[in-house]
């Protein structure tokens, strides 16, 4: 059980096409992937950086915990996501040490990928993401 790699680094935005147009005219960077995944109440757009990506994440509605997340924090990094082997011996062992999650089991992320998210309540501060393909 390791992390393998940095996935993706992830910004909570408002509008999508408006970040999306911000990054391409002034970084040269394209969008290489969109997706809504209504379960997370989310529309995602990835954008390949030197084989690591930026997802940029937006609300699909009002309801969206991510709306919530945004009208208290504003826009900016909202996690950090990390690829490892197996989810749920990852997960087996942060339950085994107390490590407080948000998801106790795996759900369907971006790209079919399982996801789970540890609580930023933990020592980082920060939402980190273990994912796995």
Do not use: W
């Amino acid at each position: 059980m390791t992390v393998k790699s940095i996935d993706h680094i992830s910004i909570a935005v408002r509008e999508l096409g408006v970040v999306e147009s911000f990054l391409e005219a002034n970084f040269g960077l394209k969008v290489s992937h969109r997706e809504e995944i209504p379960d997370q109440g989310v529309r995602i757009a990835f954008l390949d950086v030197g084989g690591v990506n930026i997802e940029l994440i937006e609300p699909l509605d009002e309801a969206s915990g991510l709306n919530k997340y945004l009208d208290k924090r504003g826009p900016g990094i909202h996690h950090i996501a990390l690829s490892v082997d197996n989810i749920n011996d990852f997960l087996s062992r942060l339950k085994g040490n107390r490590v407080r999650l948000t998801n106790e089991e795996p759900q369907e992320g971006g790209h079919g990928k399982k996801m789970a998210f540890v609580h930023p309540g933990n020592v980082t501060g920060a939402l980190i993401e273990l994912c796995e393909d």
